[in-house]
């Protein structure tokens, strides 16, 4: 009897567990590597982070996703380091040998250099990240209630979210909607609606990755529920108190960074061709340059589509992650393997309230039908049918009465800076 | 036109919220002060410390809960002290002036003077601790799975709970059961099944403030379900990896702290006497002895009932809030207060799957029949629809297939210590 593969996964998002499920038959001894205990469906991470759902209503142990796999075991821990000529990864220093290696360990924001921005402009990738950033804006509304000076309270009511990709437009949406509708009258000081919620992208349009008419439609969509959007608007600086767009300075301090992704350094362990963001360049097979072993999928591998680079979205990572598999499976059983074809499954991001916009390429939407699309495919993709229930339940309450189920700081409040 | 009084309420707990609630005709201007902007239904945060259920089923921002009453403010900050002769509170430093104060700040854990035991042994007051908790025994068995030392697992595997109360035993039966059901088949190199969970009483017998038979009960409900429960059995010790009972020494490296409450240190700024524990000695009609317009109530507050002190429940407090609240409205008319009467409504203690007791004095109810009880009472006092519905939902899940819903460990983890 052939003895089984090792074939080692790091990490568990949507590559690395689509790679794992489509190995189930392989003759593989799989250990899929994640530095947490779950698997995250990053498309709604932006409703944690504004108070709308629950953490674990988007996240599901990965032990339990794949309990009845037995193929797999599952470790929790922080890859370190990858050795590529010795075949090992080591874990907290610990080494674990492979056969075949899928690293799918994905992105992480990036500053372009300013990293001295992070502690003032969080960024969104897990969900620390979220609840991190849920407590700052709620707390922004706490501080300028608390405030003595009209100025102070301005400056905690203006919030500056920087980039206008998907990411960006979600927040600048719903926190528009949260400032006017679900604290109206809660606050008895401030008035919440006079918040102001500044999108800001440096290049031409917001959402530059759909159509030029959808990115328009989106912009309305945006201005309409109060946000103002400022294109062509480079970040220049940012503070506790101020951020520096273009040649102006404005007074906010709750800063977001939607702007840019670093792909995961373990790239950079690999000792392969990267490309700027430090993704890597891999065959079209997604393997590595030399190493016909090792498999990039997800965020971090930089490949070519039909029309172009391989957007970072959650049905392309599945189907890499599930290409790097059909990869390592033709590879056991001695055949060659086929390259990867993207099948572009469109673009969708969401506004707000009956707003959003969906690019499929022939067709677009905009508007309610679009924010009904985007409903549906997102509750379809949620693991777990519970998940599915209490999201909807949740969803449900936000549209009739305006609330948002999370609205919790955990911890106790410090004063304001 | 008379003026409106001034009346500071310290704590949106139980007593805090329904003294807030129980004013809102009177002619007060209300500044409720809490250091979360959330109420905490308490009773099930050891359900968020077992994972569940999230975070925000079990809380909701006092803001919303108060926002149509138009004579409350609610102030997100903590009382750093209060100046009975000048009539004001200090909110990290600032002055808040008051005509009527009422203190409802509550308890927290207390390790009987060893505070050094606090880092090993965490306690639950608040969400933050119990998604610390959380964390700590999802991590035991990932320790423990991890681990390529048979011992070290087994240590990992070993859960003590110190404490034979309510929180105690509602812990104490949820792990076992989440150790025996809800992670089997989940783990490669470890059984679940085997972790021990110890519950470590330093009394006569778990449950004291039961009915003997109900205390004998719940511990045989609990020993059905695989936990070792040993009374007269003091902690002596606690250490990273060890816990000291009586004159044994236990190898155990998850330990959770349920023995011990101290009344909160604002009982001592108003230098009147205290108990034991430091709860304030407040007069029959829950005022303070040399200051008829400063009211206790909650935990804070030491008063007896017909049978005995008045337990730190829930209903305790919201009767004690209420019974503030009456005497403020009684002294703004000019009239005289009443004496506090407790109307007790008995005790109730979950222990797991189908596992309760219920003690209402004369209706003593167990098994089966006390967990429906438990459930109803539970869902029934829930603030908000959509709590109540997400958590019954999580409930009919966990019950169906033994799944917890929230079994999610937020940021990465680190080696074991």
């Known amino acids: 009897m052939q003895s089984a593969a090792r074939v080692v996964i790091v990490g568990g998002g949507f590559a690395g567990l689509w790679a794992a499920r489509a190995l189930r038959r392989a003759p593989a001894d799989i250990t899929l590597i994640d530095r947490c205990n779950h698997h995250l469906f990053q498309p709604l991470l932006y409703q944690v982070a504004t108070a709308g759902l629950a953490a674990p209503s988007i996240a599901a142990p990965l032990r339990h996703i794949l309990r009845a796999q037995r193929n797999v075991t599952v470790r929790l821990g922080e890859v370190t380091d990858i050795d590529p000529a010795g075949r090992v990864v080591r874990v907290h220093g610990e080494r674990c040998p492979y056969d075949y290696l899928l690293v799918a360990s994905g992105v992480s924001h990036a500053y372009f250099g300013h990293e001295e921005w992070a502690r003032h402009a969080p960024g969104l990738k897990t969900l620390a990240d979220a609840l991190h950033m849920r407590a700052r804006f709620l707390s922004a509304f706490e501080h300028a209630e608390n405030s003595d000076s009209a100025d102070v309270a301005r400056d905690w009511l203006t919030f500056v979210i920087v980039g206008g990709g998907p990411t960006g437009v979600e927040l600048a949406g719903t926190l528009a909607e949260i400032a006017r509708h679900t604290l109206k009258r809660e ?231």
Do not use: C
């Open 187 to 417: 606050f008895r000081r401030i008035d919440p609606r006079t918040a102001r919620v500044l999108l800001v992208e440096a290049g031409e349009r917001i959402l530059p990755a759909f159509s030029p008419d959808l990115s328009a439609s989106a912009r309305r969509q945006l201005e309409r529920l109060g946000v103002t959007v400022r294109t062509r608007a480079p970040v220049t600086a940012i503070s506790a108190t101020r951020v520096g767009i273009g040649a102006e300075v404005v007074r906010a301090r709750t800063v977001i960074w939607a702007a840019g992704v670093a792909a995961s350094s373990l790239g950079r362990s690999l000792g392969v061709p990267l490309d700027r963001a430090g993704r890597v360049l891999v065959h079209p097979d997604l393997s590595v340059p030399g190493h016909p072993e090792i498999f990039v999928a997800g965020d971090l591998a930089a490949i070519n589509g039909p029309h172009g680079p391989v957007p970072g979205v959650a049905p392309a990572a599945k189907q890499m992650g599930m290409h790097a598999a059909a990869a390592i499976r033709a590879r056991l059983a001695g055949q060659p393997s086929a390259p990867f074809r993207y099948r572009h499954q469109g673009l969708l991001a969401t506004i707000g309230r009956m707003a959003a916009v969906v690019d499929l390429g022939r067709v677009r939407l905009r508007g309610l039908p679009a924010w009904w699309f985007w409903l549906l495919v997102h509750v379809y993709f949620l693991i777990g049918y519970r998940n599915r229930l209490v999201v909807l339940i949740d969803w449900a309450d936000a549209y009739w009465t305006y609330r948002r189920g999370a609205r919790i700081i955990v911890g106790a409040t410090r004063p304001p800076p």
